[in-house]
């Protein structure tokens, strides 16, 4: 079947507290609570919100009212980038607008800053971090990502916790809510991996960018984990092209891994009390210390600085912590790799509960280990390569104590 050739076009249509972006095919709703800053000209945001569906369907955007020069070449790039990895799953498009930007002189408003806020690990120490350094921002936390767009009450959980850290280190705080993720879905954007976050984060924070010079966004990844998770929607390849020419997207900290931060988050009440990462849903904004999302994180301070702290409702480490860890993952697989890094360089491998079995298997490689198909819930299979070195179970190493407290 040929690629279809006619374009998607995408009308902007503003109301005081919304936005909605329109096509024949799709509708992209952003709502915004008390905020009066947002663009009233600018519409490269759109480009960025409908990028992935045009990638996915091959169509070219055209876009209502005005967007830059450099949004069209930047777009355009982006998708070639994206076709080059995913071939079978994006294409290249162009992306025009009814209007092109005249040009700007440079003014005030570049030096602001908006930072993308999302109470995680990555966002918490990048924040941390440049507060004391004495740089200042404003947050961006998003309503329609991690939590349920309809799931009101959760969110305001959510934003009472992050409320002390969001003071001491921004100068204001946007919450944006977006139903974006319905569309992708629709399109299968995210069939193949995690891309689409980038987009609603870029768009969300283009949103602004007549205010706002800088987009900030922590890095996912550290530079070299990204060639382990790749393709990921976030990375140092396509984010630097989130570029309208006046405001542009930044990544934060793309030269740490998460271990390397977890002594710097100890240091801050502020930052310990607020962040929030359970991918367990019933457990939010809370952590709940089980899932792999908590365990990862658990094991992660333990490894860097020898305690978990008191931010999960379970704290203990158990003989089985790698249970929920597939290394058919890549992205998770970044993660283990990082905590036996982490660990070896720290001195702590003999401490963490059967490490040296993990790092074992890890050694092993995709051949030895039989492949994708042993490699795919990694648990298990771990525990059986466990009984068969060891003729014990997990449960009954000696290698280790069987639970790693906080205070150990
Ligand atoms: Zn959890």
């Known amino acids: 079947m040929p690629a279809p050739t006619d374009s998607i076009r995408v009308s902007v249509q503003r109301s005081p507290q919304s936005i909605r972006l329109v096509s024949p095919e799709d509708v992209i709703q952003v709502w915004i609570d008390g905020v009066d800053c947002i663009n009233e000209v600018r519409n490269d945001f759109a480009a960025w919100y409908f990028l992935p569906i045009a990638m996915r369907t091959g169509r070219d955007l055209r876009i209502e009212g005005e967007g830059s020069e450099e949004t069209i070449r930047n777009a355009r790039r982006i998708s070639e980038i994206w076709e080059t990895w995913l071939p079978h799953h994006f294409t290249a498009v162009n992306v025009s607008f009814d209007t092109v930007s005249p040009r700007r002189a440079a003014d005030g408003h570049r030096r602001r800053s908006l930072c993308c806020y999302s109470g995680g690990i990555d966002s918490t120490h990048a924040l941390l971090t440049r507060h004391r350094a004495g740089q200042t921002q404003s947050l961006l936390t998003l309503h329609g990502m991690d939590y349920r767009l309809e799931d009101k009450e959760k969110f305001e959980a959510f934003k009472d916790k992050i409320a002390p850290f969001s003071r001491l280190v921004g100068d204001g705080h946007i919450f944006l809510s977006t ?88 240091t801050s009440s502020e930052a310990l009390q607020s962040v929030s990462f359970c991918s367990n849903y019933r457990w939010r904004p809370s952590n709940c210390g089980r899932c792999q999302k908590c365990m990862r994180t658990k094991v992660m301070f333990f490894v860097a600085t020898g305690s978990v702290p008191e931010i999960f409702a ?38 963490l509960p059967n490490a040296d079995v993990v790092y074992a298997m890890v050694k092993r490689g995709p051949d030895k280990a039989g492949g994708k198909q042993e490699r795919r819930g990694l648990g298990a299979k771990l525990l059986r390569f466990l009984r068969r070195k060891t003729g014990r179970s997990a449960k009954a190493s000696r290698r280790a104590p069987s639970r790693v407290g906080g205070n150990t």
């Open 179 to 266: 139903d974006a993720h319905a569309s992708y879905r629709t399109r299968r954007v995210n069939k193949w991996g995690h891309f689409s976050h980038i987009f609603v984060l870029a768009g969300s924070g283009f949103l602004f960018s007549e205010e706002y010079g800088e987009i900030l966004i922590a890095a996912d990844y550290r530079l070299d984990q990204q060639f382990i998770a790749h393709p990921w929607g976030s990375n140092g390849a396509t984010n630097i092209y989130f570029d309208d020419g006046y405001t542009r997207l930044t990544t934060l900290e793309g030269n740490l891994s998460r271990t390397e931060k977890m002594a710097t988050l100890l």
């Open 314 to 351: 379970e704290r203990s480490i158990p003989p089985n912590w790698f249970r929920h860890f597939d290394l058919t993952k890549r992205y998770q697989a970044a993660f283990l790799l990082d905590i036996i890094s982490c660990a070896k360089r720290t001195g702590r491998l003999a401490q």
